[in-house]
């Protein structure tokens, strides 16, 4: 690592992603996205509000995917049972997560007659989990490295000090908000270190985080271009710690510093830094802070669940896993098709948008007994999607793992008991899921 910081572009801090989507829509209420179709899951609201669980259980009991003619994103096949999702998951060059077709989300690429129209320019982030093979093997394996059964072991005495000493932090009898002090503290400090980046400014990493996740922002030009402003700042940040480690004498063993010694990604377009960035900042922020919360509030809501996670601490790595299936922090990624082919029985063609809904295969009664319950003891709970399936699986899902058992672990050897007590907010989107606020106070057991 240098010794000398070299100095870093300002960067703002405000207004978070959140607020600026609820301003424009309290001021615009006739531009609130239109949904006619009643299996339209793209509607952001249904999340907010915790109901996608009947709409989702409909589609699955009527078939394995459903086309969907008219969204505010266009036509899409929503794919909701599970084997179907792993299906389409095995051919990754039939079904193509390339930038070049639209990446990942189900949002929209922008034809050439509409950036004409809009009189704007055309706006790629290519990451790797946005490329078919063989860029995606590349690149990808430059950073597995850090993620690898020895490089958790590595971690984690760091990651159990840091997590028991913000637990010892917390208030005590009064009511403060979990996601703030807890889930967001802990991925944004792993992040941080994963990184190399400067402590005092780790918060940054949350703000851009969830500017690049929201995929409504998109529909909505001038945040849209809030959005872009935002990313760019981000990009000349970590251009600035890339400048500074590559004049290092010894090579790093953080991530920038493996981009820079890596055959695959030391010569990345400025576009391409950009998107790895946003797909290793949303990966390793979005996924485990929501399964952080999402452990809380399932515990709270299942009082037999607690219990039996405080009489048997040796169900906490099966717990996790039951948490990961019952949360599913990302609700889709979405596939592009290539060719005409025919899935389940239905034609699907080429160039159609094929959008693999995670959070309804997590509730597939058909690989799930009583899926909507929350069972620790759950024998297959293993069998979740929530990291994806096939090439694509999360490059980062053992470290999400560790995270999740050691706050559990380190809960349970303080005996913490945590109350939901006040307001629970949701995230309004249909890509990212899990909670904005949840509102808690301590006891013990």
Same mark, same amino acid.
């Given at each position: 690592m240098a010794t000398a910081a070299a100095s870093r572009p300002e960067c703002r801090t405000s207004p978070t992603a959140y607020a600026a989507l609820k301003q $424009?829509?309290? +001021?615009?209420?006739?531009?609130?996205?239109? $949904? =006619?179709?009643?299996?339209?899951?793209?509607?952001? %609201?249904?999340?907010?509000?915790?109901? #996608?669980?009947?709409?989702?259980?409909?589609?699955?009991?009527?078939?394995?995917?459903?086309?969907?003619?008219?969204?505010?994103?266009? =036509?899409?096949?929503?794919?909701?049972?599970?084997?179907?999702?792993? $299906?389409?998951?095995?051919?990754?060059?039939?079904?193509?997560?390339?930038?070049?077709?639209?990446?990942?989300?189900?949002?929209?690429?922008?034809?050439?007659?509409?950036?004409?129209?809009?009189?704007?320019?055309?706006?790629?982030?290519?990451?790797?989990?946005?490329? *078919?093979?063989?860029?995606?093997?590349?690149?990808?394996?430059?950073?597995?490295?850090?993620?690898?059964?020895?490089?958790?072991?590595?971690?984690?005495?760091?990651?159990?000090?840091?997590?028991?000493?913000?637990?010892?932090?917390?208030?005590?009898?009064?009511?403060?908000? #979990?996601?703030?002090?807890?889930?967001?503290?802990? @991925?944004?400090?792993?992040?941080?270190?994963?990184?190399?980046?400067? #402590? +005092? %400014?780790?918060?940054?990493?949350?703000?851009?985080? *969830? #500017?690049?996740?929201?995929? +409504?922002?998109? @529909?909505?030009?001038?945040? *849209?271009?809030?959005?872009?402003?935002?990313?760019?700042?981000?990009?000349?940040?970590?251009?600035?710690?890339?400048?500074?480690?590559?004049? *290092?004498?010894?090579?790093? %063993?953080d991530l920038i510093s493996m981009m820079i010694h890596s055959e695959a990604m030391s010569q990345m377009r400025p576009e391409e830094f950009m998107g790895n960035l946003v797909l290793l900042i949303v990966g390793g922020n979005d996924t485990t802070r929501n399964s952080m919360s999402g452990i809380i509030y399932q515990l709270d809501k299942n009082p037999d669940q607690r219990e039996l996670f405080e009489r048997q601490p040796d169900l906490i790595p099966n717990a996790v896993q039951e948490i990961l299936r019952m949360q599913t922090p990302l609700a889709h990624m979405r596939r592009t098709c290539t060719e005409d082919t025919e899935v389940f029985g239905q034609q699907i063609k080429q160039g159609d948008k094929v959008v693999l809904w995670y959070l309804s295969a997590n509730r597939d009664e058909q690989v799930f007994d009583n899926p909507d319950k929350l069972d620790i003891e759950r024998e297959n709970a293993r069998r979740?999607?929530?990291?994806?399936?096939?090439? $694509?699986?999360?490059?980062?899902?053992?470290?999400?793992?560790?995270?999740?058992?050691?706050?559990? +672990?380190?809960?349970?050897?303080r005996r913490l008991r945590v109350h939901v007590k006040g307001e629970i907010e949701r995230v309004r989107a249909n890509f990212v899921h899990g909670f904005r606020k949840l509102e808690v106070e301590l006891s013990e057991f």
């Open positions: $424009h829509f309290d +001021e615009h209420p006739e531009q609130r996205l239109h $949904h =006619p179709h009643k299996w339209d899951v793209s509607r952001s %609201d249904i999340y907010a509000d915790n109901t #996608w669980q009947p709409i989702f259980r409909e589609m699955r009991e009527a078939g394995p995917l459903h086309y969907i003619p008219e969204s505010p994103f266009g =036509p899409y096949w929503a794919v909701v049972q599970h084997k179907a999702i792993q $299906h389409i998951e095995a051919l990754p060059e039939l079904f193509s997560s390339s930038w070049e077709y639209g990446g990942i989300t189900i949002l929209n690429r922008l034809s050439e007659e509409e950036i004409a129209q809009s009189g704007g320019e055309r706006r790629e982030l290519p990451m790797f989990i946005a490329m *078919d093979r063989p860029e995606h093997t590349g690149q990808r394996r430059t950073v597995a490295p850090k993620f690898t059964p020895s490089g958790m072991a590595e971690m984690e005495g760091d990651i159990r000090a840091r997590t028991g000493e913000l637990l010892d932090s917390l208030p005590r009898g009064e009511v403060f908000d #979990w996601v703030d002090k807890v889930s967001i503290e802990l @991925t944004t400090g792993m992040l941080a270190i994963l990184f190399g980046f400067p #402590w +005092e %400014d780790r918060r940054l990493l949350t703000l851009w985080s *969830d #500017w690049a996740g929201d995929t +409504e922002l998109a @529909t909505v030009r001038g945040l *849209d271009e809030m959005r872009w402003g935002f990313l760019h700042e981000m990009a000349a940040y970590f251009q600035s710690l890339w400048m500074e480690r590559a004049q *290092d004498k010894e090579p790093g %063993d979740h999607i929530a990291f994806g399936y096939g090439i $694509h699986r999360c490059v980062g899902a053992r470290l999400a793992e560790l995270q999740l058992r050691v706050l559990l +672990e380190e809960m349970h050897k």
